[in-house]
């Protein structure tokens, strides 16, 4: 058991490691060179165009959800409509093409999943957002933004971009913001690999066919592990697969279309930007978002 | 100073870790024991990157700036030490946690006896389209003794072939080896000869297998064998194969079909 364990955890890591390695890497080049205000010039003034430009951005810019919510505070702080800023934050984590990369080597060989996780981002991400800003509207419920001055709640470190005008300390700030991103990412994939490989071998079979009958559990189950282990998007493709032979597909659907939307790590930094009334009003929202898009790929997927 | 120095030094050693683990595994061919070969050219460019990374930070190293900037946190540590004792065993993983696939039910639907998909569905569809029989005999590998030989490098498209192709291969013998399982369903008589496959990473892997019938003692579960079979067909035309030469082998240093 000892030995299925540790295989079953080496080769998770060992699978995973150089994706998230490579997409970090890249990432943090961006990070570093399209910084939110370059963003923000980017971004069309008509507000449909505005819409149009967040559901689409994240294809272009490989950015996970660990700075999604910081970013979503800049756009909000340049007056930027809260919805087009929640579309963004749903859309970030799930399309940017590093993240479909790795969904699609995870799941070649049921690329239906692939395909029912860009629709459900497709359409998703723009109901979320008319979902969130409906219920803002009838509960009265106003955003306040934030005015303090920068606050880098996902980057613990000096950075950021305009500070560094020679490309030299751009590159040594890309190295930096990326060793420092990959050692906090390997660290909750270390994690998840234990939850998986310990999952795999000591749940025995009559369990998991009690909890592949009862749907609702099964999806529970995987909703609160996505939200309480805050995996990064990047890497939970992986970690599902290694689930999927006792799981439902629509629940792993579930999983990775909920978990990169919102975890405990992106509630905790939301803080930042809404009340706890609107972190649930979007929690909520989410859920039942993704969740209907997982109910139609198991009915008709 | 002197703190960031000892933190520096831990990210560094964070990298070499990494760097050391793969290289190790790539160098001695142990690393398609953990993950499939088809990924390993994302391990061979991260490993490049790493490198990269380790003569940049090594050049940098006196550099009070970079010191300071690459202050960690408590994680690299854990990092650290996970990747040092991420843990080189053995490679056979305890069948009972796997999913199974019985290869034997191949020709009753053209599908896998389990609902689980195996890259194999894709050689079913591929090998339909071979009907011609001078071709079909030219997939087989064959020994010296006319025994078609079915290895890891083989195992799908000469499976497929001998099932689907059943009237062409009956009476012939067939030479494989794997570990031995027994089947819940399984009658006392009946037994089940299988490797292990892999689609991305060791963590996904399932067993395929044949179902075998003998006369003989059924060897012990668990049991590496080389078996040699003859295909038969019983009176209500079903394939049936019928183990002949059942001789145990030292377990296989890689027991996985890719």
Not at chain 2, 233 to 245: A, F, G, T, Y
Request: aromatic letters at 14%; one cysteine or more.
């Amino acid at each position: 058991m000892i030995n299925s364990i540790a295989i079953i955890f080496t080769s998770i890591v060992l699978e995973a490691l150089p994706f998230v390695f490579l997409w970090t890497m890249v990432a943090s080049a961006i990070h570093v060179f399209m910084t939110p205000e370059r963003m923000q010039k980017l971004m069309p003034k008509h507000p449909l165009l505005a819409y149009a430009f967040a559901w689409w951005m994240w294809l272009v810019i490989p950015i996970c959800e660990c700075v999604s919510v910081p970013l979503l505070k800049q756009l909000l702080k340049k007056w930027v409509p809260v919805g087009v800023g929640i579309t963004f934050m749903a859309s970030a984590p799930i399309v940017n093409p590093l993240v479909m990369a790795s969904t699609w080597f995870a799941f070649s060989h049921n690329p239906s999943i692939f395909w029912w996780r860009i629709i459900g981002w497709f359409f998703g991400a723009i109901v979320i957002w008319f979902l969130f800003s409906k219920l803002l509207k009838y509960s009265r419920s106003e955003v306040t933004l934030p005015n303090d001055s920068e606050n880098h709640a996902a980057c613990d470190h000096d950075s950021h971009d305009s500070h560094h005008s020679h490309w030299w300390d751009k590159f040594h700030h890309g190295i930096t913001h990326f060793l420092q991103e990959f050692t906090t990412i390997c660290f909750y994939l270390i994690i998840w690999a234990l939850l998986a490989s310990l999952a795999k071998v000591f749940l025995p079979v009559s369990r998991i066919e009690t909890l592949s009958s009862n749907l609702l559990v099964e999806i529970l189950l995987l909703q609160a592990l996505a939200f309480a282990l805050s995996l990064c998007s990047e890497a939970d493709a992986f970690i599902a697969r290694t689930f999927q032979w006792m799981f439902s597909d629509a629940s792993i659907l579930w999983f990775l279309l909920f978990g990169p939307m919102i975890d405990f790590k992106n509630t905790m930094m939301l803080r930042m930007i809404f009340s706890w009334k609107q972190i649930f009003l979007l929690i909520g929202v989410i859920t039942v978002v993704t969740g209907s898009i997982s109910v139609l790929y198991m009915t008709i997927g | 100073m002197r703190a960031h120095t000892i933190r520096h030094s831990r990210l560094l050693l964070v990298l070499l870790s990494l760097f050391v683990r793969y290289a190790y595994l790539l160098y001695f061919n142990k690393f398609s024991l953990f993950v499939h070969p088809k990924l390993h050219i994302f391990t061979y460019l991260m490993i490049a990157c790493i490198l990269m990374i380790l003569i940049y930070m090594v050049l940098m190293l006196d550099t009070k700036k970079i010191i300071k900037n690459y202050s960690m946190s408590w994680t690299a540590s854990i990092v650290f030490v996970m990747l040092w004792l991420l843990p080189a065993l053995g490679a056979q993983l305890d069948p009972s946690i796997l999913p199974i696939v019985d290869m034997s039910t191949v020709q009753e639907n053209n599908r896998w006896g389990s609902s689980n998909w195996t890259p194999m569905n894709e050689a079913n569809s591929d090998m339909g389209s071979y009907t011609d029989t001078a071709f079909v005999i030219k997939l087989v590998e064959r020994d010296s003794e006319w025994n078609i030989l079915l290895t890891q490098d083989n195992y799908h498209g000469t499976i497929m072939e001998v099932m689907k192709q059943s009237d062409t291969y009956v009476w012939d013998s067939i030479k494989a080896y794997g570990i031995v399982f027994k089947g819940r369903e399984y009658k006392e008589n009946e037994f089940g000869v299988g490797l292990y496959q892999m689609s991305c990473c060791a963590a996904d892997a399932q067993i395929v297998w044949m179902k075998f019938m003998t006369d003989w003692v059924v060897p012990r579960v668990g049991q590496w064998v080389s078996i040699v079979w003859v295909m038969q067909k019983d009176d209500q035309w079903e394939l049936i194969v019928v183990s002949n030469r059942i001789r145990p082998i030292p377990p296989l240093d890689d027991p996985y079909v890719y």
